[in-house]
């Protein structure tokens, strides 16, 4: 027997035996794993079946026929599959952690909790499916649980730097930070080169107050991935925090150029009704302002007729199924930042001079749970450069089911004037905002024809969240503003249950249990409402124009973070 024969012999006795498997079953199953390793599925699965004729209910090819299907796109078929090998053979921790794993990207978190469950309590130092356990019960919101299972995989494998950095994500999520920082330095001592480990440390160095050495970790981790874009992104946060404000707007305006400006293909399988909507009178309205010209022609056109063409489509709702192809026409646009207004710092401040710090500190912590509003919050000039910056600036592209549309500070919405408010903010309210600093900012634009925001809560410690259209264009002076909960969220929930337009239920149940009453505050241009970001917050009534510069735009900052149990 030569080198290669023995070698073969050797991997065919090491594939699973069972009683009654003869030669020929071992054959067929090494056939069928070499031709699923090589990419050949149709040749593996018609191993995998000879396998099934020769011993029907052979749970090895039960199981290897239920991956092949959840390959092929039929999660359900899979799970199928997979459960009925793992009936046939329940004491195999394979079966019950590839269960796991696929449940868990079909999106059925209980069952891949269940199904890891099975294969620890099988195998208890099978690191892999702690650690995916530890996965799924993060989904799950069950974060001390999910700790405990990460715990259980560091035990295991004590230098694995993917353990040891998930531990570090499960700890900071539980606001045990000087453990979330030593997980992550064990990670990068096992491995220097873990960038997501070196962009973890630097959040939490961020949360910790150590500004300098997040600093110095985000730039660790763009060094050694210089496309990273999360990184970048963190990175300017932290240099907003060190002062460096010039540093910070271009970091995150490269970080928005890398994920809006690729100039690439429409990939996605739908559209939003709202944004064809939005971006169609947006080009219009900057070729009647003479800023842009007739080469976006045939841009505009195409908005045009793909608008057309998705009205005319039967499908309910805002996000419309469709061909990627018909995308295509679009693409090199939509795909693309193709205009952005500059807007700088007021030489001589953007915050309103007259407003009478007392009085609103007054009023904040006058409330239980603390919400007040400031009118005239912003000087004339600073109101008009931002409403210019966001009619003009094409930065809008996270899209909402009811209508509205988005721009983040990683979006292109990170701007001097806008940091300059920010920490005008921040210094002339200093009982409010306390040691406070920003840790996001966003705008919205609402179509007038649908619905506002959802009731949610927000992950920070104080929320600032203000108008800029103007007032003749609120056809309802009484509503069209922000309705507040006098109730925090519980502190126990995550971001994913007080956030989530599908927990609505959940939370007004809530709501009603604990006997919460609603604050409304009428909409106003350049009215702010400051609130503390742990009560829920929706939407009022909006009825504005029609028209594109009466689109309703809020522009939210938040600034520190959620106190945790």
Not at 133 to 150: K, T, W
Not at 368 to 377: A, F, G, K, N, R
Not at 385 to 392: A, N, V, Y
Not at 522 to 531: I, Q, T
């Amino acid at each position: 027997m030569n080198r290669e024969e023995r070698r073969r012999q050797a991997k065919l006795e090491r594939a699973t035996v069972r009683p009654g498997d003869s030669l020929a079953i071992r054959s067929l199953l090494y056939e069928g794993k070499t031709l699923h390793q090589a990419g050949r599925f149709q040749d593996a699965e018609r191993a995998y079946h000879n396998v099934l004729e020769m011993r029907p209910g052979h749970p090895e090819a039960i199981h290897y026929l239920g991956l092949l299907a959840y390959r092929a796109g039929d999660g359900p078929r899979a799970i199928e599959l997979l459960k009925d090998a793992l009936e046939r053979e329940p004491r195999n921790p394979l079966y019950a952690f590839n269960l796991g794993v696929v449940a868990h990207r079909t999106g059925l978190v209980e069952e891949a909790v269940a199904a890891y469950r099975r294969a620890v309590a099988v195998n208890p130092r099978y690191s892999e499916a702690w650690t995916n356990l530890g996965n799924a019960l993060r989904d799950q919101g069950e974060m001390s649980a999910a700790v405990e299972a990460y715990e259980r995989a560091a035990a295991i494998m004590p230098s694995s730097p993917e353990v040891l950095n998930n531990l570090g994500v499960a700890y900071k999520e539980l606001d045990r930070l000087d453990d979330a920082i030593a997980c992550y330095r064990r990670a990068l001592a096992a491995k220097p080169s873990h960038v997501e480990a070196h962009n973890n440390l630097g959040l939490a160095l961020m949360e910790a107050g150590q500004v300098p050495a997040a600093i110095a970790s985000l730039e660790q981790a763009l060094s050694l991935r210089p496309d990273y874009s999360a990184a970048r992104y963190n990175l300017g946060l932290a240099c907003l925090w060190a002062g460096h404000e010039d540093r910070a707007v271009t970091l995150l305006q490269e970080a928005a150029r890398a994920k809006h400006d690729y100039r690439g293909k429409v990939t996605e399988s739908f559209v939003y009704r709202s944004r064809l909507k939005h971006d169609l009178e947006q080009i219009e309205y900057l070729q009647r302002q003479g800023v842009l010209g007739t080469e976006v022609d045939s841009y505009r056109d195409a908005l045009r007729r793909l608008r057309k063409e998705v009205d005319s489509l039967a499908a309910p709702g805002n996000r419309v199924p469709i061909s990627p192809s018909l995308l295509t026409p679009v693409a090199p646009s939509f795909n693309t930042l193709l205009h952005v207004v500059p807007c700088e710092r007021l030489s001589d401040g953007a915050l309103n001079p007259e407003l009478d710090t007392a009085a609103v500190e007054q009023r904040y912590f006058s409330k239980h749970p603390e919400v007040t509003s400031i009118d005239h919050l912003l000087k004339p000039e600073a109101l008009d450069r931002l409403r210019q910056f966001c009619w003009e600036s094409t930065i809008w592209k996270k899209d909402y089911e009811n209508g509205y549309i988005g721009a983040f500070l990683g979006d292109g919405f990170a701007t001097p004037l806008l940091f300059q408010i920010a920490t005008e903010l921040r210094l002339k309210f200093p009982r409010i905002f306390k040691g406070h600093r920003l840790t996001q900012a966003w705008a919205f634009k609402q179509d007038s024809t649908r619905r506002g925001l959802n009731i949610h809560a927000d992950a920070a410690a104080v929320n600032v969240n203000f108008w800029i259209t103007a007032d003749d264009a609120n056809l309802n002076p009484n509503a069209g503003g922000l309705v507040v909960w006098d109730k925090e969220a519980p502190r126990h929930w995550n971001f994913k249950t007080y956030n989530s337009e599908r927990n609505r239920p959940k939370i007004l149940e809530w709501l009603r249990e604990v006997g919460a009453q609603t604050v409304r505050i009428p909409y106003r241009s350049n009215r702010a409402v400051v609130f503390n970001s742990d009560l829920f917050h929706e939407s009022d009534e909006i009825t504005f124009r029609d028209e594109y510069t009466s689109r309703r735009i809020n522009i939210t900052l938040l600034y520190g973070y959620r106190l945790k149990d």
